[in-house]
């Protein structure tokens, strides 16, 4: 791990923040914990069929006395079966995340009943805190656990082991474990209030830039998103030096570029950018694959053309000068500049978040010094946007 210009570390997944039973973290804003298992799954089990417990932590609702030889099901609960019926396909009701990603990827507009909501944040909020977790990642991330050594040797039941999988996710072959871990980023992903540590950081930020309720009774599944997006804009007004621009504490800072970073390969990831270029998604990039930072970047390409609407514009604008401040919140343009960088001495301290060298500027002066020097094979890659 000597990579002195590698992507630093996506210690990510599962570690929820509640106010009524806070989980402490370590020193990353976006580590998360998952507890140990009692006993491991049967091999094969799908990702889709996890466990849950006989109540739903924090809501106080029970699930269903009779449950279904497949195990419980979002779909039999009758709080949600207006809403499923009217909004998702029949074939996806046997899948509990199918479920899931299917209610909390609708429309803005779309409204969806309060006691639904309610129950799908508990949902989330016991599938990222059930101790059955770390079994699953166990069992359907087998073969790749023994291929990285890195995640091999972690420590088992302190959640690591998911932060690992995630921090080399472009690197899992392994068509199910991949689905898995991409699965549960889109759930942590869904509400700030899932990534461990953002609230506690940024409290103060979100209450001083005027951000949105923290409160944990807001269980909007459409809302979370618009909180990150104020702070980041509020961090650009900060690194533009705008007028009456409000200083953001350094670790609400570092916690904000941190879930953009993460959030660059998959734009189903940011939230709020997400649900404001929909329809131009599907306007200009219906047959662009997602992952990789593919849609980004074909949304990039068609910022200005005059059909694409002023939100998604604002949207695409915010996370471009996010990746003029830290250049890793560009997918495409930190894994095509990896081994330049490293080569050319480009990034010398990758450890110290937004430092000089993670500067877009300050690479894109690096590289072109080394074109300049007469560096053979080196080819500047136009910028998105």
């Known amino acids: 791990m000597a990579d002195c210009i590698r992507v630093p570390l996506l210690l990510l997944l599962l570690c929820i923040i509640s106010s009524l039973h806070p989980i402490q973290c370590q020193n990353s ?11 491991p799954l049967p091999p094969g089990t799908p990702v889709e069929r996890l466990p849950v417990p006989e109540k739903i932590p924090g809501g106080g609702a029970s699930l269903p006395r009779k449950r279904s030889s497949t195990g419980w099901k979002l779909s039999e609960e009758e709080v949600c079966q207006e809403d499923l ?55 359907v991330c087998k073969t790749t656990i023994t291929e990285i050594k890195e ?26 474990c991949n689905q898995y871990i991409t699965k549960m980023t889109t759930i942590v992903f869904s509400d700030y209030r899932l990534i461990c540590g953002f609230m506690d950081k940024c409290r103060e930020d979100i209450n001083t830039l005027h951000c949105g309720s923290i409160s944990t009774g807001d269980k909007d599944v459409h809302s979370q998103g618009e909180v990150i997006a104020c702070l980041e804009k509020g961090l650009v007004r900060e690194a533009e030096e705008q007028p009456g621009a409000h200083p953001i504490k350094e670790e609400c800072k570092k916690s904000i570029m941190r879930v953009a970073e993460l959030s660059s390969d998959d734009f189903h990831l ?4 997400y649900f404001s270029c929909r329809d131009d998604r599907e306007r200009f990039c219906e047959k662009t694959l997602a992952g990789e930072g593919r849609v980004y970047k074909c949304l990039f390409n068609h910022k200005f053309e005059e059909t694409m609407s002023e939100k998604c514009r604002e949207a695409l604008t915010t996370r471009q000068k996010l990746i003029a401040q830290d250049y890793k919140v560009s997918y495409s343009l930190a894994k095509a500049c990896k081994s330049d960088l490293r080569k050319y001495r480009c990034s010398a301290d990758s450890n110290v978040p937004r430092a000089r060298e993670a500067r877009l500027s300050y690479l894109l002066l690096c590289l072109e010094s080394a074109v300049h020097r007469g560096t053979k094979h080196l080819r500047l890659l136009p910028l998105e946007g």
């Not at 804003?29 to 006993?39: M, S, T, Y």
């Not at 972690?154 to 392994?174: M, P, W």
């Not at 940011?270 to 950018?273: A, P, V």
């Open 29 to 39: 804003p976006v580590l998360v914990k998952v507890p140990e298992l009692n006993a």
């Open 85 to 139: 019926a009217r909004l998702c396909p029949k074939h996806s009701w046997n899948n509990n995340l199918a479920v899931l990603e299917c209610l909390q990827d609708k429309k803005e507009e779309t409204e969806i009943a309060a006691e639904c909501n309610h129950l799908l944040w508990n949902y989330k909020l016991n599938l990222t805190t059930d101790p059955k977790f770390e079994s699953v990642a166990v069992e």
């Open 151 to 176: 995640c091999a040797s972690e420590q088992r039941g302190k959640g690591f082991l998911v932060s690992c999988l995630v921090d080399h996710r472009g690197n899992i072959t392994d068509y199910q």
């Open 270 to 273: 940011d939230r709020y950018l």
